[in-house]
């Protein structure tokens, strides 16, 4: 397997797939070796790429749910060709493959990242049988590696790196986790003690709040298992398959299920080994979200029983919890529901269409829910980094901005290492050791006792030295041991671990046994100055990485994640939705920044690496490394099937096409046109929006003109109706637009849908949004094709959704005043003597938003205002909001000769008019803070310019006293 690093910002994912995904594809496969003896069991190798044609093998994709849910310890291949009358064959133990697997992943990782301290996640585990299996496997290829449980993970990605997780410390907090991946279903909930300084009851003594957890457990209906109840619903017989077959049945179950779930349409796909077509709807899906809800709920009250436990198990505990029973009302196991403040919801299979409408009908909660969104695959990677970093180092190596320190209280974490009960005999004899905590023990979360976990081999009576120490051999200096006093013949021992998570030995058969502790504090941090920091400048709502040591491995069934961290800025929209990172070398040095401590030279703060600023995605498939230069093409081909040439060939073609429209006395509006192309160039569907008889489908059609698009065969006019219900009319067989996209592959379209909002477009354009968005998986195969729709604003059109904006580029064309020379008012394209040369720009990178003042500033008032006031965060910048803005601003800037056409203020104003401020509406009660400190903003924008966003705030100061914001009327 190839090694490659990808990059977001200062994080490094160091294990990436051939699609450019942040992670590789957890598939192996167990193969036998040729040469070894036909009765040689063991003679197996695992592979992580696909071994050749006729090579004794077996897949083992399903490895994770295998190792903790399988009712078989082995596996066989059978080995053809076998000769002496027998067939020969290889075992394979589910155990020893998941270590060999762990060790191929950890044999790509580049070199220098190979011996970095490494921490692996694991699911909730209760049974103690299957945790020690999983663990065991872990320890054999990472004998010192930290073991961090996934659930507490996600609490740290939305806690930390996304920051949208504010507890309340004036009381006690209750977050409950469920995480559903590919093969297990976790369940935790995460308590927050009082923030400050907290009090024991019992002594007084003061200790700092934290966050505690009180451990779940995982089952298996995730979605392998919703793939396999799809299957029975099917009609189709797993059972009967092959361990391959069966493997390729449910993968394309899995990318069906996607789709779905993704447009809402039904899917029918082809199952190879079976020879046959399947259908999956909407209805389908729906219905597994129902099944595999009802399965959580033995889940759900085992949490909630342990729970009940903790806020009621001892005095203390029914002291501290007396207020919040009394106040939500909580008087038993099965009300205890009504304690949690936040559902986080992570893992792929949470996706699942109305999954959670379902789930919210089922908890009838009240309590706030947090969706990990398109980072899912990533997130409890990232937070478990964000998590060590934070935790175990003292200084931190991520820090914030002064505004928002990152001072969260600590969530407590795994232990790093086994913890052995150490005895031998005072006078004689050597030390035995016996594990009486395993890393990633549930015990150390919740606290409490357990019964049977240590017999000394010792008579009655004797005098021995015990201790307990870590399984790591120089993590036990200074752990001095104390003398006790057996009262019977080889005495039984159990452990138990405190609030302060102090480990104590009990036993009832043993003189002073309570002596023998442990406070697993001490292992917590890690001190010392990082070699490097970041030096520049920590923006409001980012994250500054230092130099650490550290790779976190997150095994999945499906995916498996290795992550590590550089010395960077990471802002937490680049991490919003699907992940976009630029593919390096393996072996590229690490970002190489001066220390804090150094001149970082004439700029001042030093300058980030190009990943850093996020470059275009698009354009790195386009840029050839030759050492450290970049050589970039001069001609170019993009998904949308545009020829896109150098940017001064950009702005060149649209003076020459400006210049022949006056020669033609055609009205072309010169910055509409401008921003509309910057718009394309980021965005494959823009909406022209503006008044009936603005101009809006004229100056659609001078766009296909100006690329070179052919009416009826490149340049296509939709005329929507009202109603249109579904894509029928043109995505079915005998759909015209369809059959044109479909017959000219070999060109490039571009689709003008005319009165754009006349139906609701999520009724007829679900499937082509999805066909011509570049990170979808396409369910429609269409020629490459651009889009532009028209919408009418005025009192009786009905607005695009948000869901619809976010998709798509805004550009509100305004009408002309009554002094305008209007040249053309129906111009005959069909003669206009312009020589089409169809280009959008090449090349521009992306720019930071302080790069404009007004449009940084206006971000950072309205992210501070909904997480202060706890406003919906629909009013925030989405990421692909985001990535417009700073997609429009790069290309600008890369192309100075448009300043003649366009001003940066204009742009900036249609941005913050059309991008940001359109997201705003809803009730006063939500949206007055920010129309509050918007109109505050607007007193400080330059007096000359930024009308749009002026009347914008105005329209919305306005509509006020009717108690609704509305950004259309």
Not at 771 to 799: F, M, Q
């Amino acid at each position: 397997m190839s090694q490659k690093i990808g990059r977001v910002g200062p994080l490094r994912f160091l294990a990436c797939g051939e699609g450019r995904e942040p992670w590789i594809p957890t598939r192996a496969w167990a193969v036998s070796r040729a040469s070894a003896a036909p009765d040689d069991m063991d003679a197996w190798d695992l592979a992580l790429d696909e071994p050749p044609a006729g090579a004794d093998a077996l897949p083992l994709h399903d490895l994770k749910r295998w190792v903790l849910f399988g009712n078989r310890d082995a596996r066989w291949i059978e080995v053809r060709g076998s000769s002496r009358g027998f067939t020969a064959a290889r075992k394979v133990v589910r155990e020893d493959a998941l270590r060999r697997y762990l060790a191929a992943v950890h044999r790509t990782l580049p070199a220098a990242y190979r011996d970095s301290r490494t921490s692996l996640l694991i699911p909730a585990i209760a049974d103690g049988t299957r945790r020690k299996r999983y663990l065991e496997a872990i320890r054999e290829e990472f004998p010192d590696a930290r073991v961090l449980p996934e659930p507490e993970m996600v609490v740290e990605y939305f806690r930390l790196v996304q920051r949208s997780l504010q507890l309340d410390r004036s009381r006690n907090n209750y977050i409950l986790v469920i995480d559903i991946g590919a093969s297990t279903c976790n369940i935790t909930v995460i308590i927050s003690n009082r923030g400050g300084e907290v009090s024991r009851t019992s002594t007084g003594v003061q200790r700092a709040g934290r966050l505690r957890a009180i451990h779940g457990d995982s089952g298996e209906f995730a979605g392998q298992w919703v793939d396999e109840w799809l299957a029975e619903r099917l009609k189709i017989d797993l059972d009967e398959l092959s361990t391959s077959n069966r493997l390729e049945v449910l993968a394309s179950i899995e990318r069906s299920k996607i789709q779905v779930s993704r447009s809402g349409a039904a899917v029918t796909f082809e199952v190879g080994p079976l020879e046959r077509s399947f259908s999956l709807s909407a209805e389908d899906l729906e219905n597994a979200s129902i099944e595999i809800i009802s399965r959580l709920g033995p889940l759900l009250e085992g949490i909630f029983d342990r729970l009940w436990t903790k806020i009621v198990g001892t005095e203390r505990a029914q002291s501290l919890s007396a207020e919040d029973r009394r106040e939500r009302g909580v008087d038993g196991p099965e009300s205890a529901l009504k304690l949690i403040d936040f559902v986080l919801l992570a893992g792929g299979t949470t996706r699942l269409r109305s999954f959670r409408d379902y789930l919210e009908a089922e908890l009838g909660s009240s309590a706030r829910f947090l969706e990990v969104g398109e980072s899912f695959p990533i997130a409890a990677a990232v937070g478990a980094l964000a998590h060590v970093l934070h935790e175990k180092y003292k200084p931190p190596r991520i820090r914030a901005s002064a505004a928002r320190p990152l001072d969260e209280d600590a969530l407590e974490g795994a232990l790093d290492t086994d913890l052995l009960f150490a005895w031998k005999r005072a006078v004689r004899g050597r030390e035995e050791r016996l594990v009486v905590l395993e890393r990633g023990d549930p015990l150390v979360y919740q606290g409490g006792s357990r019964e049977g976990v240590a017999t000394i081999n010792a008579e009655s009576g004797e005098e021995v030295l015990a201790r307990l120490v870590p399984d790591v051999k120089p993590m036990r200096a200074g752990l001095r041991p104390t003398q006790i006093r057996l009262k019977s013949r080889q005495p039984t021992m159990g452990v138990r671990v405190d609030e302060d998570r102090r480990v104590i030995m009990t036993s009832e058969e043993v003189e002073r046994i309570q002596n023998v502790r442990l406070d697993l504090g001490r292992y917590d941090v890690l001190e010392g100055q990082p070699r490097q920091r970041y030096a520049g400048e920590i923006r409001p709502h980012s994250l500054a990485f230092d130099s650490a040591e550290e790779v976190v491995i997150d095994f999945g069934m499906s995916k498996t994640v290795v992550v590590a961290p550089d010395v960077g800025l990471l802002q937490s929209r680049d991490l919003d939705g699907p992940v976009e990172f630029v593919v390096a070398p393996a072996e590229t040095p690490r970002t190489s920044l001066p220390r804090s401590d150094e001149d970082p030279g004439e700029g001042g703060a030093p300058e980030l690496e190009e990943s850093a600023r996020g470059e275009d995605p698009g354009r790195a498939e386009e840029t050839v490394v030759a050492g450290d230069q970049q050589i970039l093409p001069q001609t170019t081909t993009s998904g949308d099937g545009l020829i896109r040439r150098s940017n001064e060939h950009f702005a060149d073609a649209i003076a020459e096409f400006l210049e022949w429209a006056r020669e033609s006395e055609i009205d072309v509006p010169a910055g509409d046109l401008v921003y509309a192309l910057l718009g394309l160039a980021v965005r494959p569907l823009v909406l022209l929006a503006g008044a009936p008889g603005c101009g809006k489908s004229t100056l659609a059609r001078l766009i296909g003109r100006f690329l070179n698009r052919t009416p009826t065969m490149s340049f296509h006019e939709v005329a929507v109706q009202a109603h249109w219900v579904d894509d029928r009319r043109l995505f079915d067989e005998e759909g015209a637009l369809l059959k044109r996209l479909l017959d000219a592959r070999e060109e490039s379209h571009l689709v003008l849908f005319d009165e754009f909002n006349l139906a609701r477009p999520e009724f007829y354009l679900t499937r082509f949004f999805n066909a011509i968005d570049p990170s979808s998986t396409k369910e429609l195969a269409l020629a490459p094709t651009l889009a532009i729709g028209t919408l009418n604003v005025d009192e009786t059109s009905r607005p695009p959704s948000p869901k619809v904006l976010d998709r798509s580029f805004l550009v509100e064309v305004e009408q002309v005043t009554h002094d305008h020379d209007v040249r053309g008012a129906s111009p005959a394209l069909d003669v206009f003597p312009w020589r089409g040369i169809g280009v959008l720009p090449d090349y521009g990178a992306r720019a930071e938003l302080q790069d404009v003042a007004q449009i940084q500033r206006l971000v950072e008032i309205i992210e501070d205002v909904v997480r202060s006031e706890g406003l919906r965060e629909d009013f925030l910048p989405s990421r692909r909001t985001i990535a417009d803005v700073r997609g429009v601003i790069g290309y600008f800037r890369a192309i100075p000769s448009l300043e003649t056409l366009i001003t940066l203020d204009d742009i900036a104003d249609r941005l913050i008019s059309g991008k940001i401020l359109i997201r705003i509406a809803g009730a006063l009660e939500q949206t007055q803070p920010l129309l509050d400190v918007l109109s505050e903003y607007v007193k400080g924008l330059p007096s000359d310019c930024f009308r749009r966003t002026r009347r914008r705030v105005r329209l919305a100061e306005r509509q006020a006293s009717l108690g609704f914001i509305h950004p259309w009327q």
